[in-house]
């Protein structure tokens, strides 16, 4: 039954003077708790007196950050300067300052360092208040909560929703199925909302990625249906001289549209759905933070966007910032920890990762987590968030460290609160919890060995080797978010230039060569003749498990150790089988990439320890994937049981594409939007754009 209109505007009012109260009574008590600080004349007042003050700047404000606040944060997403952090308490305490000016016969009075401590603790009090109000009232906490998803899911709220479910998926970013489970396990476990998931409502199961086992391919072919021609996290294109980095904005938005060409479909989230923290925007019209739109100025869809629904409030504005300075503290007391105890592997920690990490488990977080609340409160049929956050640690401090356990706790708190917005939420909600793929351990390549794979390759090619390695860029998703966040240029193109110098990329353990000036894919013979010692050198190395090469004579052949050799086109092999420590699917993986058009001259996969399954990063991460070897291949699926199983009778569940048409499934079974599933289309060739 709806509330008549003059009781829901009676409760409106009853919480606007309750915050009220409380903003007042906060400022009473900060200027008794601080000496920089006071609400009376220089003659004193009377208790009176001071609480007609009080009330008098909690009220003024409250109209600033209502009024004023709003455009500030409009404007600074407009400009390349980070919202958080110091300039965040800046701001608030600028507005208390002028708030305290509006009182008359200047009694309230402050110093600047002063105001920020007052405004924090001021919006901390009237955000909390204001929640407690409104979880008690389910109409007034829709509304709240609803008005993050922005004006359009405002717009959604009002107009009739179906009474059948609509579904949410929750990717856990880097979360391997092994880790899945050993933080759901035992009396008190790391993630104890979906532990109790697990032992109730749901089913878990594990899934193998493609060879190129990261963020970019699975989320496009998860989001898109077709991860086709992305043999990595970045290639080099010949015949454009482009260097595709999955990550950054105007690739991201490349390679949605190469998908979308190949399948004749916008994507799973085209019908009524939101699109929060992804690369790609899987056809939805709802997105906020999502890379394959982050290059567009239009103002519905610039990078920025998505903050401002959620930093347009002050409170939270500020509860984020606060997190936001004691993550990057305790990134640093834990980096300190690390070089104190001297735990190996290692790799640094310091420059902007502080802030990067702190960006990826907070700021991101908050956002995200806000925006997919108010997408259920608001009715939309279907929903996919990224949640990088674990994702980012683990690959500076490890996938099994304690860094990264107390990660998975918050993430839990937040699917917490995701469990608890679905009960207030129009319609019921299913929520299917997937990674797109683990992290693997292991020492870096040049940790390990002494050299980066670039120098191994150059030493291979008679060319000098550089003394000092320059340090490889991350392959972590949150790195170019934060750039397209803060308005930042892309990165620059690692170097590479058209000529005879080879171009070496890294995508964890995948190592990717090309030689720009021969326009076609080289083969083994021509490496040979003009080479010769670059493939033996590769194989032979102790830390390369194997390398993908193509041959005139033979078609495909992957090369390992001790003159190991299978040849993919017809199955020989000649001594040990390269392939064979990397697990029964790795033939397939790999021959499925070396049809790619895009495919590198060379594709090197480093070695894997079966025992531990520890590989070596050609980039400086001690978790990492990207390639073949250890958990980096084994991401989970957690579904409601009351769906039907991803494949029958225990079937192996293979390849980012085969999630996308099970998860097609489950919308359909939930009623949701008549999404097709019909034989995958022929692969059509595509116009290059630059990108």
């Not at 708790?33 to 409250?62: E, H, Y």
């Not at 963020?215 to 001289?241: C, M, V």
Request: charged content about 20%; glycine content about 10%.
């Amino acid at each position: 039954m709806r509330t008549p209109r003059w009781k829901a505007l009676g409760g409106a009012l009853l919480r606007v003077l309750a915050v009220w109260a409380v903003s007042s009574l906060t400022l009473l008590v900060l200027a008794v708790v601080l000496p920089d600080f006071r609400l009376q004349a220089s003659g004193g007042d009377s208790l009176t007196r001071t609480a007609v003050t009080a009330a008098l700047g909690a009220g003024a404000f409250g109209l600033l950050s209502a009024l004023v606040w709003p455009l500030l944060v409009r404007a600074l997403l407009l400009v390349p300067a980070l919202v958080l952090g110091l300039l965040v308490f800046f701001l608030n305490g600028s507005m208390l300052l002028v708030a305290l000016s509006l009182i008359p016969a200047g009694r309230g009075q402050t110093t600047p360092e002063t105001a920020m401590i007052v405004a924090a603790a001021m919006s901390a009090a009237s955000s909390a208040t204001s929640t407690f109000l409104a979880v008690r009232n389910d109409e007034a906490y829709r509304r709240r909560l609803v008005r993050l998803a922005g004006r359009r899911g405002r717009r959604a709220a009002a107009d009739r929703v179906p009474a059948t479910p609509g579904t949410v998926f929750v990717q856990l970013d880097g979360v391997g199925h092994d880790v899945l489970l050993e933080a759901t396990s035992g009396e008190r476990p790391l993630m104890e909302t979906v532990a109790g998931w697990l032992r109730s409502s749901h089913r878990v199961t594990e899934w193998h990625t493609d060879w190129s086992s990261q963020t970019g391919a699975s989320q496009l072919a998860i989001l898109h249906g077709s991860n086709e021609d992305l043999p990595a996290f970045r290639w080099y294109e010949k015949e454009t001289g482009d260097l595709v980095v999955s990550n950054r904005p105007s690739s991201a938005a490349e390679l949605q549209r190469r998908a979308v060409a190949r399948t004749g479909d916008d994507g799973l989230l085209a019908r009524d759905g939101a699109s929060r923290g992804n690369l790609f925007s899987g056809g939805a019209d709802q997105v906020a933070l999502v890379m394959s739109v982050a290059a567009r100025r239009d103002r519905r869809n610039r990078s920025r966007a998505g903050y401002f629904a959620y930093f347009s409030d002050p409170a939270n504005a500020t509860r984020t910032a606060v997190s936001f300075v004691a993550e990057v503290l305790r990134e640093i007391g834990q980096a300190l920890r690390s070089r104190c105890r001297r735990e190996r592997p290692r790799v640094k920690r310091g420059g902007l990762y502080p802030v990067i990490r702190a960006f990826a488990t907070v700021v991101e977080r908050d956002v995200v987590v806000a925006a997919v609340a108010g997408d259920m409160l608001a009715g939309r049929t279907a929903v996919y968030a990224d949640l990088v956050a674990y994702d980012e640690v683990a690959h500076h401090s490890g996938p099994g460290h304690r860094d990264t356990h107390q990660v998975l706790r918050r993430l839990d708190r937040s699917l917490a609160l995701l469990a608890k917005a679905a009960r207030h939420a129009p319609r019921p909600y299913r929520i299917v919890l997937l990674s797109d793929h683990g992290q693997s351990p292991g020492a870096t390549f040049r940790d390990r060995y002494g050299l980066t794979l670039g120098d191994l390759v150059r030493a291979g090619c008679g060319l000098p080797v550089r003394r000092r390695a320059g340090r490889t860029p991350s392959g972590a998703e949150a790195r170019e978010a934060a750039r397209a966040a803060l308005g930042r240029p892309e990165g620059t193109a690692d170097g590479h230039r058209r000529g005879a110098q080879p171009v070496v990329l890294a995508s964890g353990n995948l190592g990717l060569v090309s030689f720009p000036d021969v326009p076609h894919r080289m083969t083994r013979e021509e490496l040979d003749r003009r080479h010769p010692a670059l493939l033996g050198t590769l194989a032979g190395h102790p830390g390369i498990g194997f390398v993908l090469v193509r041959s005139t004579a033979d078609g495909a052949v992957v090369l390992g150790p001790e003159g190991g050799e299978h040849h993919l086109d017809t199955g020989r092999v000649v001594g040990a089988d390269p392939l064979a420590p990397f697990g029964p699917g790795a033939v397939d993986a790999v021959r499925r990439t070396d049809r790619f058009p895009h495919v590198a001259d060379l594709m090197i996969n480093s070695a894997c320890d079966p025992a531990t399954g520890a590989v070596h990063a050609f980039e400086e991460q001690i978790g990492s994937h990207g390639g073949l070897g250890g958990p980096q291949s084994r991401p989970f699926l957690l579904w409601p049981a009351e769906l039907t199983p991803p494949v029958p009778d225990g079937a192996p569940l293979v390849g980012a594409e085969q999630i996308h048409r099970v998860l097609r499934r489950w919308l359909r079974e939930a009623d949701g939007p008549e999404v097709p599933v019909g034989p995958r289309p022929q692969r059509v060739d595509l116009p290059q754009r630059p990108l």
